[in-house]
């Protein structure tokens, strides 16, 4: 495994990262613990999560429900500081309006919950899941600061933030002394590289962490997809993910099946090829995979190391 800094901060992560979005929710708690040990016996280090992560994703409910966090909580024991554990607040957890969002108030309460839920005494990388319009920065920035100071929280993170936004972020806790945000979690594959304009070239600049998710496009990118009408059993579309039929679009079909062919020629599945992509892309700190079952890690493992070659750019760019 391949460790490195997480931006200019002196914590080494691995490249990959554990993304842990389909625990509680798709994936029961044996399953997700399996996968668990696998990541860690693989000598993945950082493991992402969400206290919005669990049941409370589905459509009907609206709010979360921490399941996700419970079980990391619980599979952890013994073993909490073999691991980096990142976990994020700001998304709904409950119907009332001060029950999200990056206010004082909601900050406070959930991170009690997250720590109760995880079953630990600190949160490795707090992370904001993304930006609150209504409450002022200095407000999160303040708050989130103390926490750092009672030793609850290590590092602080953004999530989907604006590379704007992000050097607003870091202008105020110039100016205030406050905490800095250490990295920001993006979304960034070969069929979705907004970052790439604005993003990126921060990160780059100021040294900052980037931490990528959806890697395989939510599995569009592992080419199970041959069309929007054919979901293979067992398959988050079939299960019902919502978010993956943006990608479902006549090109990106299209761009697929040449990245398939290309994997071919490198003797990669295509899993693996979308994953040495990001890896091999400039500013990316670890991708974080959302694997549904072992293979998925042993799959992303064995790719982590594999240097891109410029020939193999320009190919993909003339896609
Ligand atoms: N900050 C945010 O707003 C945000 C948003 C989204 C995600 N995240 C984080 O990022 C993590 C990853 O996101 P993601 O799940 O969208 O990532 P992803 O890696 O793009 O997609 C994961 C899916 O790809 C398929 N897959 C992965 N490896 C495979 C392999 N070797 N062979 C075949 N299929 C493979 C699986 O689909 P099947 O299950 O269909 O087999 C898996 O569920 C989440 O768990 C979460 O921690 C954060």
């Known amino acids: 495994m391949y460790y490195t800094n997480l931006g200019f901060t002196g914590l080494q992560v691995s490249n990959l990262t554990l993304g842990t979005m389909a625990f509680g929710r798709w994936i029961d708690e044996k399953s997700s613990v399996a996968i668990l040990d696998t990541a860690i016996d693989a000598g993945i280090n950082l493991i992402d999560t969400a206290n919005f992560y669990g049941k409370g994703q589905d ?13 990391i909580g619980r599979a952890l024991q013994g073993r909490r500081d073999k691991v980096i554990l990142a ?10 309006p001060n029950e999200s969002g990056l206010s004082k ?8 919950n997250s720590l109760q839920r995880l079953q630990t005494d600190y949160i ?5 899941h993304r930006f609150d319009n209504q409450t002022q920065l200095e407000e999160t920035l303040s708050t989130l600061t103390n926490l750092v100071t009672q030793g609850k929280v290590r590092y602080i993170g953004c999530s989907n933030y604006a590379a704007w936004q992000i050097a607003k972020s870091c202008g ?20 979705s590289r907004e970052v ?39 398959s988050r579309a079939a299960k019902g993910e ?45 991708a974080i995979v959302g694997a549904s079952n072992q293979s998925h890690i042993t799959d992303a493992v064995q790719i982590s190391d594999w240097k891109w070659s410029e020939s193999l750019n320009h190919r993909v760019s003339s896609i």
């Open 124 to 128: 490795d990388l707090y992370q904001v």
């Open 87 to 96: 976990t994020k607040v700001g998304l709904p957890m409950g119907e009332n």
């Open 105 to 112: 108030f909601h900050i406070m309460r959930e991170v009690e």
């Open 172 to 191: 105020i806790s110039d100016l205030r002394g406050f905490e800095h945000f250490v990295s920001s979690q993006s979304q960034y594959n070969l069929l």
């Open 59 to 71: 459509e009907q409910f609206k709010y979360g429900t921490g399941e996700c966090e419970e079980i």
């Open 196 to 234: 790439e304009s604005e993003l990126v070239p921060y990160c780059l600049s100021e040294n900052m962490g980037l931490l990528v998710y959806s890697p395989m496009a939510r599995g569009m990118l592992s080419g199970k997809y041959t069309s929007r009408d054919d979901l293979p059993e067992g």
């Open 242 to 286: 919502q978010l993956i039929q943006n990608y479902f679009t006549d090109q990106n079909f299209m761009r697929v099946d040449a990245y398939k062919r290309l994997a071919i020629e490198n003797e990669v599945n295509m899993s693996q090829f979308s994953l040495a992509w990001i890896l091999n892309q400039p500013a990316v700190t670890s």
